[in-house]
């Protein structure tokens, strides 16, 4: 119940995915809780999008996040 305690994160979503509104939501409770979290909804993008870089830039981009969230925390 309490999220006071975790680390920085950083929460990728997909417009299209059916678990998008509870990553979101779970992004904006660790921000509520005063936990620095970056929460990122791709548009028009689907559920395992993160691993098509082969077919969609947008999941290029969001893997360069995620590598820049890794190197800010490390």
């Given at each position: ?64 996040q ?9």
């Open positions: 119940a309490d999220l006071s305690g975790l680390p920085p994160a950083l929460v990728i979503t997909a417009e299209y995915d059916p678990l998008r509104d509870e990553g979101n939501e779970y992004g904006h409770r660790m921000q509520r809780a005063g936990v620095p979290t970056t929460v990122t909804c791709y548009a028009g993008m689907i559920h395992g999008f993160f691993s098509m870089t082969s077919m969609l830039d947008r999941a290029k981009d969001a893997q360069a995620a590598v820049r969230a890794l190197l800010s925390a490390l």
